[in-house]
């Protein structure tokens, strides 16, 4: 049984533990805001932070896992009031939306150890992929984030998901109560 804490919940995952946590993320904890996009490592969709550090969760097994600290999409900040989420909107720089979550994972991660990044730190810490093309508004939405981050702006609040976390977080058989 892989024991991990995932969004501040202690959880133990009865998987196989070279499952790769994407897998025991989106199947088992239902927190499928965590995408599958490449499954090599070469897209970004999987963001996840493991310790306060951007890794691909698709190259990730749970027994690496064990014993770490993962925040999803979903743990960020459930009402969508993280700065990243909240400048992501405010910028437009969403088109689809399939690379958001990813994008959103690694932009707080950078923030965390710069809150005012260069567009050249920004393009060099974010290797996502978006198909949709709107690496220009993501380089402005990140460094909107480091001025709210460092109070120097605000951003008016984004509206908060539909689905609350009770409903997200239904019965699993693989998650057993640790």
């Not at 070279?18 to 090599?40: E, F, H, I, M, S």
């Not at 990243?84 to 994972?105: K, N, S, W």
Request: charged share 20%; aromatic share 2%.
């Amino acid at each position: 049984m892989s024991r991990l804490t995932v969004n501040e919940r202690p959880l133990a995952f009865d998987m196989d533990p070279q499952t790769p946590l994407l897998w025991a993320l989106r199947d088992a904890a239902n927190l499928t805001g965590t995408k599958y996009g490449c499954g090599v490592g070469d897209c970004g969709a999987c963001m996840v932070l493991v310790d306060g550090e951007a890794k691909m969760s698709c190259q990730m097994s749970l027994a690496e896992a064990e014993g770490r600290v993962v925040i999803t999409i979903e743990g960020l900040s459930p009402d969508r009031s993280h700065p990243v989420q909240q400048a992501l909107v405010a910028e437009q720089a969403i088109q689809c939306g399939f690379c958001t979550p990813g994008i959103a994972i690694v932009a707080a991660a950078l923030l965390a150890r710069n809150a005012d990044p260069t567009p050249q730190d920004i393009i060099a810490a974010v290797p996502n992929l978006c198909r949709c093309g709107v690496y220009p508004r993501l380089v402005g939405a990140i460094q909107r984030a480091g001025r709210v981050m460092r109070r120097l702006e605000t951003i008016d609040p984004v509206p908060a998901p539909g689905t609350t976390p009770e409903d997200a977080a239904r019965a699993v058989p693989a998650i057993k109560a640790p």
